[in-house]
C-alpha cells in the first residue's frame, strides 16, 4: 500500500487576511566599548569591538571574564554618562543600560550617540543578594492610638521599634508580624527610636525632654529615665560597634539647642556639646575622626552644621555653608554603623571582641574608597556634600588644607534643583547613591561619591517626608504626605511600585530585608513584603 501523504496545512488566517510573513532581525551595528571602573574612571580592560545588541547580562559576562582581579563573578550595573549639550535641565544625566546599549543607548531620545563613537561604559559593581520590591501589605496593625512619628528596625531585622504621639513606643515582632511590647514611661510624644548596633538595647527620645533605655528582649526599661534636656529631643544617635562594642554611649540632640552624650553604665551625662544657639535638629555619631576614634556631626536650626570630637566632646569645624535651618544629615556608612556586625550572611557572633572586628571590617571596606562622607540639607532647598575626614592614609593633608583658609572646609558640591524645603536625604548602603526628598513632592538622586546629579523621581502628588534603601541599593521607598509608599527602580529611574493603602499620611518608612514597614497618621503599621 503506498504512503499515504497528510494533507497540505491550511494557511493561517487572520479574520481573512494571511499571516504577515515574520520580520528578518535588522543586522546590529558594532561598536567600540570602554569598560571603566565608575569610582575612579580607571579602564578595566582595553576597548573591545563587540556588537550593539549584546545583553545586559552579556556585558556583565564578559567584564568578569576580562577583569581578573575577582574570583567570582560580580554582578554590576552599567551606565553611560550623557555629554553636557545633550542633557536637557531635570532630565537624568546619564542612561543605565538595562536591555543592550543598541535599545537603551543608540535609541535614546536626545540622539547623543551614533555607532561610530567610543562608548565609554561605567561599571559599578553590585550586591551579590537581592532584595524582592515589596507589593502587598502583608499585615496592618493597630495599637497605637495616636499617630506614629518613627520607626526603625533592629540591626537583625527580628524586631521593629515605633514611637508615637500616644506617649508609648511599642514592639513588633516581624517573624509573627505581632506586637510584642508596650514601653510606657515617656511623659510626652515619642518622638525618635534608635537601636543599639548589637540589638542589646534601644534608646527612646520623647517630647518631655527625656531619653529611655529598654531591654528590646524583656520590653522592661533599663532604669529610670536620663533626664538633663530642658525641651524635647529631636534625635539619638549611638556610638559605633567597631569603637566600643561592650558598653556604647548615646548621644542625644535637643531643642534647647544642646547635645547630650550618656554613659550607658552610669547612666550619666559624660559631657553636654554647648555651641549651637537654636535647635539641634540631628545628631549622628561618626566612626571616622580624625585618629579614627569617633565623631559628632550635629545639624542646627542656627543655620550650621558642627562636627566635635566625640572622645572629649571638643569643637573641630563649624560649617556656615547653608543659608536656612539645617533639618536633615545623612553619612554614607550610615547603613554599616545602624547595623554593625550584622551582614546580609546572618553569621551570630558570640563575643564582642569578635563583633567589633566584623564591624570594623565592614567599616573599613566602605570608607577605604572615598572615606566618611556627609550629605547636609536645608529649608533654603540646597543640600551640601562634605568630605571632612578624607580616607585614613591622608587625614593630616584635610586639616592642613582647611588651617591654611582659616579653618573654613568648603564643600565638595552644592546640591541644587530642589524647588521646597528639603525634608530627609539618604544615602544608599553602599554609599554610591544619596537621595532627598522635598516638600515640591519630587526625590532626587545624586552621585553619593561627587554630588552630581543624576535623576529626579517624580510621582508624589503631595511634599516627600521620608525615604528608605534596601540593603543592597537597587531600590528606594518613599514616603509622602499623599498617603502611598513608592518604591523606585534605579535601572530606569522610574516607579517599579506604588503601594497605596495608609488612610493619611506617612510619617516613617523603614526597609529591612524584603520587608518594608510604614507608620503615619492613620495610627497604623502597615508591613509590606513581595
Same mark, same amino acid.
Not at 499515504?4 to 487576511?17: D, E, M, S, T
Not at 504626605?481 to 513608592?486: E, F, G, H, N, Y
Given at each position: ?16 487576511v ?12 558594532? =561598536?567600540?566599548v ?7 574612571? +580607571? ?50 544625566? %546619564?542612561?543605565a =543600560?538595562?536591555?543592550? =546599549? ?22 559599578a559593581? +553590585?550586591?551579590?543578594?537581592?532584595v ?54 515617656? /511623659? ?6 534608635? &537601636? ?7 534608646? $527612646? ?14 520590653? /522592661?526599661?533599663i532604669?529610670?529615665?536620663? /533626664? ?19 558598653a ?18 552610669? %547612666? ?19 566612626g ?7 565623631v559628632?556631626?550635629?545639624? *542646627?536650626?542656627?543655620? $550650621?552644621? #558642627? =562636627? ?5 566632646? #571638643? ?9 536656612? &535651618? ?12 545602624? $547595623? ?10 558570640t563575643?564582642?571582641?569578635?563583633? +567589633? ?24 532647598h540646597?543640600?551640601?556634600? &562634605? ?26 558640591? %552644592?546640591? $541644587? ?17 544619596a537621595a *532627598? ?36 541599593? %537597587? ?52 508591613? &509590606?513584603?513581595?
Amino acid at each position: 500500500m503506498a504512503t499515504l501523504l497528510p494533507p497540505p496545512k491550511r494557511q493561517k488566517v487572520y479574520h481573512g487576511v494571511p499571516e504577515p510573513e515574520s520580520e528578518a532581525l535588522a543586522p546590529s551595528p558594532h =561598536i567600540v566599548v570602554q569598560f571603566v571602573n565608575e569610582e575612579d574612571g +580607571q579602564p578595566l580592560a582595553p576597548a573591545v569591538n563587540l556588537p550593539a545588541n549584546v545583553s545586559r547580562e552579556g556585558l556583565e559576562a564578559l567584564v568578569n571574564k576580562l577583569n581578573t582581579k575577582d574570583e567570582d563573578p560580580v554582578p554590576f550595573a552599567f551606565h553611560i554618562a550623557l555629554p553636557a549639550d545633550a542633557t536637557t535641565p531635570g532630565a537624568p544625566t %546619564r542612561i543605565a =543600560i538595562a536591555k543592550s =546599549i543598541e535599545e537603551d543607548v543608540l535609541s535614546h531620545p536626545s540622539h547623543a550617540f551614533t555607532p561610530e563613537d567610543v562608548f565609554v561604559v561605567h561599571c559599578a559593581p +553590585q550586591a551579590v543578594f537581592k532584595v524582592r520590591p515589596a507589593t502587598r501589605c502583608s499585615s496592618t496593625l493597630s495599637g497605637h492610638t495616636s499617630p506614629i512619628l518613627c520607626a526603625a528596625f533592629s540591626p537583625t531585622g527580628n524586631l521593629l521599634a515605633t514611637g508615637s504621639g500616644d506617649c508609648n513606643a511599642r514592639l513588633w515582632d516581624l517573624f509573627t508580624e505581632t506586637p510584642s511590647h508596650v514601653l510606657s514611661g515617656h /511623659k510626652g510624644w515619642v518622638l525618635c527610636v534608635e &537601636w543599639e548596633a548589637m540589638e542589646r538595647k534601644l534608646a $527612646t527620645g520623647g517630647h518631655d525632654g527625656h531619653v529611655r533605655l529598654w531591654d528590646p528582649k524583656t520590653g /522592661k526599661p533599663i532604669g529610670d529615665a536620663l /533626664k538633663g534636656h530642658t525641651k524635647w529631643v529631636t534625635s539619638l544617635s549611638w556610638e559605633p560597634i567597631h569603637l566600643n562594642p561592650s558598653a556604647p554611649r548615646l548621644a542625644s540632640s535637643s531643642k534647647d539647642g544642646t547635645v547630650r552624650v550618656w554613659s550607658t553604665l552610669t %547612666r550619666r551625662c559624660e559631657y553636654t556639646l554647648g555651641g549651637h544657639t537654636a535647635s539641634v535638629n540631628v545628631v549622628r555619631w561618626g566612626g571616622g575622626g580624625l585618629n579614627g576614634k569617633g565623631v559628632l556631626y550635629t545639624a *542646627s536650626s542656627d543655620r $550650621t552644621v #558642627r =562636627i566635635w570630637d566625640a572622645e572629649r566632646g #571638643r569643637p573641630l569645624h563649624t560649617l556656615k555653608d547653608h543659608a536656612h &535651618w539645617v533639618t536633615t544629615l545623612t553619612l554614607n556608612t550610615d547603613f554599616v554603623l545602624r $547595623t554593625g556586625p550584622f551582614d546580609h550572611l546572618g553569621k551570630k557572633t558570640t563575643s564582642d571582641s569578635e563583633a +567589633q572586628a566584623l564591624a570594623l571590617k565592614r567599616y573599613n571596606a566602605l570608607v577605604s574608597t572615598a572615606g566618611e562622607l556627609l550629605i547636609t540639607g536645608s529649608d533654603d532647598h540646597t543640600l551640601f556634600l &562634605w568630605s571632612l575626614f578624607p580616607s585614613r592614609a591622608a587625614s593630616s593633608d584635610g586639616s592642613a588644607a582647611a588651617a591654611e583658609r582659616g579653618g573654613k572646609l568648603k564643600p565638595l558640591a %552644592r546640591l $541644587t534643583g530642589h524647588q521646597r524645603q528639603v525634608a530627609h536625604v539618604a544615602f544608599s548602603p553602599d554609599g554610591r547613591w544619596a537621595a *532627598s526628598a522635598a516638600w515640591d513632592n519630587s526625590v532626587r538622586i545624586w552621585d553619593g561619591r561627587t554630588g552630581k546629579f543624576v535623576a529626579t523621581l517624580r510621582g508624589h502628588v503631595a511634599a516627600v517626608y521620608r525615604l528608605a534603601w534596601s540593603a543592597d541599593s %537597587r531600590l528606594l521607598v518613599s514616603a509622602s504626605k499623599d498617603s502611598t509608599l513608592k518604591i523606585w527602580d534605579l535601572k530606569t529611574y522610574k516607579l517599579k511600585t506604588d503601594l497605596p493603602g495608609h488612610t493619611d499620611e506617612v510619617y516613617c518608612v523603614d526597609f529591612v530585608a524584603d520587608k518594608l514597614v510604614s507608620g503615619g497618621r492613620d495610627r497604623t503599621v502597615k508591613i &509590606w513584603k513581595n
